[in-house]
């Protein structure tokens, strides 16, 4: 890839990006945000979801 190609790339997302309303942005970040998983589960694996369940299980008997 061209480093021109590269440019007008880069120029295009820029401009497309403010030339969006920033309710449109807000929600895209939001929507972005809600699909990345918890900070916990992403580090440390199913064990914190384990460890939940059975708490849960504990607490209803």
């Known amino acids: 890839m061209k480093s021109?190609?590269?440019?007008r790339f880069l120029t295009k997302t820029v401009v497309?990006?403010?030339e969006s309303p920033k309710e449109e942005r807000n929600k895209r970040k939001l929507e972005k945000k809600m699909?990345?998983?918890p900070f916990v589960y992403k580090w440390f694996g199913i064990f914190p979801?384990?460890?939940k369940i059975g708490?849960?299980?504990i607490k209803k008997r």
């Open 35 to 37: 699909q990345k998983e």
């Open 55 to 57: 708490f849960k299980k």
């Open 4 to 7: 021109d190609d590269y440019i």
């Open 16 to 18: 497309t990006h403010f």
């Open 49 to 51: 979801y384990m460890v």
